[in-house]
């Protein structure tokens, strides 16, 4: 589950700890590839932790970059990022930059059908919201996007943080 990070003295090893960074934020940035050139796209999500598995969900247009990639080559990374703040000093080369991020690599699956798209779409909605709303999607609605969950393989916590 858990992958290297280099600099162990930045390194975020509580779990609860990077899933609180998951889920505090609304965005993340999936990194996919297309014949060995990346691709990075911004985008809203949900996930779920269960019997030690981060999952994301993710919606999108039937048509575009990032789905055409994904149907190549469904190997993907992600990165979310907080708490983050220029750390400033005398010396330029002394400056750094505060922060708090997990990344994580793992495979894109599309689900396929309306019960799998409108609980993904649910968890979207309450993740975005925050609201516990339940929303019944047509299947009309559903058959005009696509709902995929990110599988993650690995993922790693990695800190600065700002001098007191």
């Known amino acids: 589950m858990e992958g290297k990070v280099r600099r162990k003295d930045k390194e975020i090893t509580d779990i609860d700890e990077m899933l609180n960074i998951v889920k505090k934020n609304k965005v993340c940035r999936l990194g996919l590839s297309e014949n060995n050139i990346p691709y ?3 985008l809203n999500y949900a996930y779920t932790f269960e019997n030690n598995i981060l999952t994301f969900f993710f919606h999108s247009a039937l048509e575009g970059k ?11 990374c992600f990165e979310i990022d907080c708490d983050t703040a220029l750390i400033e000093a005398e010396a330029a080369c002394n400056f750094g930059y505060a922060f708090k991020c997990v990344i994580g690599f793992g495979k894109i699956i599309f689900l396929e059908t309306d019960a799998e798209k409108n609980d993904a779409l649910n968890l ?5 919201t925050g609201k516990d709303t339940v929303y019944e999607f047509t299947h009309d609605q559903m058959k005009n996007i696509y709902t995929y969950k990110m599988v993650v393989e690995t993922f790693t916590g990695k800190q600065k943080e700002f001098p007191r």
């Open 40 to 42: 990075i796209v911004p």
């Open 66 to 76: 990032k789905t055409d990639i994904i149907k190549t080559n469904n190997n993907a």
């Open 124 to 128: 979207i909605m309450k993740h975005q």
